[in-house]
């Protein structure tokens, strides 16, 4: 293959960290891996010691684009991220969640946008929210916002604007000398939330490319459902903190955004975190002393309170919490109602 056509077709590696996963969901990820209509690609599967039936199977699978790695031993989630990027021998780097699943048309969709002058340093597209039961049921898109390569400015400017989330992964890829630029933010010191914090780090390396075309899907569940981890809620929040800080610490990050910017997103995050703990509450996740203990975390690591917060404070005490969590119940699944209404159709 000449370096012209290297240019135009980069290997794009496919890494899937897996770690006691049910098996029919990594069977769903991996074959959607496989089903990829763009040619030169590496499927690489990292394999955590595993202790359930996936790595019996997956020793019967024998495509030759497939590879299987195993760290030397068991790690924490973000650090086997690392370690499973890291053994990727593709110019690009694709995460799949081993639960998740990609378009056949993902990798192809994203490189045949790729801009001539290899100025992108990540490429995404849109992701749909699925029943994590069912990968048929789509409940809603993610992003929705026109194709376009945006310069580190433009795009972060639009993300910390978004209402209410924004998601890369599945169906994202970051250059290979990018990822190593960003591989820091998967040391350990964010537990969850090092998905945004890798986006939003890499917005120091160069542009960043939006596709308006579905790449993959999503799965929610928690650990009521049976997903392993427990309750993320703090964790998740004590992570939001850590990337507000990435961008506020960094001189090039900063310098995109506004100081006014930079406050309207701390306090939106520390408003969503906090009707977070109070959806976790009235859904079951959480009892209302862990719903409080999360507003605590929200005051030292995010924004200090608001209105807003004693809001939920009042919400989450006794008696009103049993007589207010039916009603904020069907809210929430009116919300989740609108939410298939606003960002469903393609």
Not at 3 to 15: D, M, N, Q, T
Not at 304 to 331: D, M
Request: proline share 6%; aromatic share 10%.
């Amino acid at each position: 293959m000449g370096v012209e056509e290297e240019l135009s077709k980069p290997v794009v590696s496919i890494v899937i960290p897996l770690y006691n996963q049910q098996l029919t969901y990594f069977q769903e990820a991996l074959a959607s891996a496989l089903a990829q209509t763009y040619d030169s690609v590496e499927i690489l599967v990292s394999d955590n010691h595993s202790t359930n039936e996936t790595p019996a199977w997956l020793a019967t699978q024998t495509d030759t684009r497939l590879r299987v790695v195993r760290p030397d031993r068991f790690l924490p989630m973000v650090e086997h991220f690392q370690f499973a990027a890291d053994q990727a021998r593709g110019g690009w780097i694709l995460y799949l969640c081993s639960d998740d699943y990609l378009y056949p048309t993902c990798v192809e969709t994203l490189v045949a946008n790729l801009p001539a002058d290899n100025s992108a340093v990540v490429a995404y597209g849109e992701l749909a929210s699925v029943d994590f039961r069912d990968l048929n049921q789509i409940k809603f898109y993610y992003n929705r916002k026109p194709t376009a390569l945006r310069t580190p400015a433009e795009s972060l400017n639009e993300l910390v604007r978004a209402r209410p989330f924004f998601a890369w992964i599945p169906g994202g890829m970051i250059r290979r000398d990018t990822y190593l630029h960003c591989r820091d933010v998967l040391d350990g010191h964010i537990t969850y939330g090092f998905d945004v914090a890798l986006l939003l780090k890499a917005h120091e390396a160069g542009n960043v490319l939006y596709v308006d075309e579905p790449v993959g899907k999503f799965r929610i569940w928690t650990a009521k459902d049976g997903k392993l981890g427990g309750n993320r809620l703090i964790k998740n929040i004590v992570d939001a903190g850590q990337y507000l800080g990435l961008v506020q610490d960094s001189p090039i990050l900063r310098s995109y955004l506004i100081p006014e910017t930079m406050a309207e997103w701390r306090s939106y995050q520390a408003r969503r975190w906090e009707l977070a703990a109070l959806i976790d509450f009235f859904t079951g996740g959480c009892t209302p002393e862990e719903a409080n203990r999360a507003l605590t975390i929200v005051s030292e690591k995010v924004h200090p309170p608001s209105t807003f917060t004693k809001l939920v404070a009042f919400l989450l005490g006794s008696p009103q919490a049993n007589l207010t969590k039916p009603a904020l119940n069907g809210i929430y699944t009116l919300f989740l109602q609108i939410q298939k209404l606003v960002k469903r159709p393609f």
